[in-house]
């Protein structure tokens, strides 16, 4: 299969998933071969391949097609993630204003840590990551306050040897992070965590910018407006200081 035909087969698919999901009931072949303008062969196997994957159902009597439960916990996954970037997205703009570093919001996906969002900072040079970068749980100061806030379970995923066990305790009693030439030489990033109404982490908030800007030993103030600005973008979630 050509790269060209396998793009195609992927626009197929998710033209096929949006077709079932806008559906307002079960659907058939030949309907959905006619409405995305393929052969009913073509829309079976599609059809197929996606009620074997748990994307779709198909009606044992009727023979008809509907979304498939599998793709419930993936939705779930993506408004509590957006429900994130609508909390600390005030203050991502409010903390880049405040120390004219660029500022991340990341979460934890798939072992890792993952940048959600990027404002670039106000200095002459960039030290930003994009959207959707990954930054591994030991060597990042996001990653940090994941292993020191989240799922007790990342751990085991880290190669948490004594110093980095070390290292996240001291993270965890202090409330945030920094991992000074660890991502890239000369850069630096100050996070803490964002916790909803469960008091679970959902989200790491941070600062990026060069080593002579932000130390391996932040200034007071910075570290004030970090926790801060990850404070009130917790509340936002719900949460609540323990007394």
């Given at each position: 299969m050509s790269a060209l035909e396998s793009l195609e087969s992927v626009d197929l698919v998710l033209d096929l998933i949006e077709h079932l999901a806008a559906a307002p009931g079960a659907v058939g072949v030949s309907e959905v071969s006619r409405a995305l303008g393929i052969s009913k062969a073509r829309a079976h196997r599609h059809l197929r391949a996606l009620v074997q994957r748990g994307y779709a159902r198909q009606d044992a009597a009727t023979e008809r097609y509907e979304i498939g439960a599998r793709l419930l916990p993936l939705g779930e996954m993506a408004r509590e993630r957006f429900?994130?970037?609508?909390?600390?997205?005030?203050?991502?703009?409010?903390?880049?204003?405040?120390?004219?570093?660029?500022?991340?919001?990341?979460?934890?996906?798939?072992?890792?840590?993952?940048?959600?969002?990027?404002l670039p900072?106000?200095?002459?040079?960039?030290?930003?990551?994009?959207?959707?970068?990954?930054?591994?749980?030991?060597?990042?100061?996001?990653?940090?306050?994941?292993?020191?806030?989240?799922?007790?379970?990342?751990?085991?995923?880290?190669?948490?040897?004594?110093?980095?066990?070390?290292?996240?305790?001291?993270?965890?009693?202090?409330?945030w992070a920094t991992a000074a030439d660890r991502v890239m030489g000369?850069?630096?990033?100050?996070?803490?965590?964002?916790?909803?109404?469960?008091?679970?982490?959902?989200?790491?908030?941070?600062?990026?910018?060069?080593?002579q800007l932000i130390a391996a030993q932040p200034t007071p103030e910075q570290i004030a407006e970090v926790t801060q600005a990850a404070a009130r973008a917790s509340t936002r979630l719900g949460w609540r200081a323990a007394a």
């Open positions: 429900g994130v970037l609508d909390a600390v997205r005030p203050e991502m703009a409010r903390l880049r204003e405040a120390t004219g570093q660029a500022v991340t919001a990341s979460v934890v996906a798939d072992g890792g840590v993952t940048v959600l969002e990027m900072g106000r200095t002459l040079i960039e030290f930003g990551v994009r959207p959707g970068a990954r930054l591994e749980l030991g060597a990042s100061a996001q990653g940090l306050v994941a292993l020191a806030f989240g799922d007790p379970t990342l751990q085991a995923l880290a190669e948490t040897g004594e110093a980095l066990r070390s290292e996240v305790e001291t993270v965890r009693r202090q409330g000369g850069v630096n990033a100050l996070a803490a965590p964002v916790f909803d109404h469960r008091g679970l982490c959902r989200a790491a908030l941070a600062i990026v910018g060069s080593t």
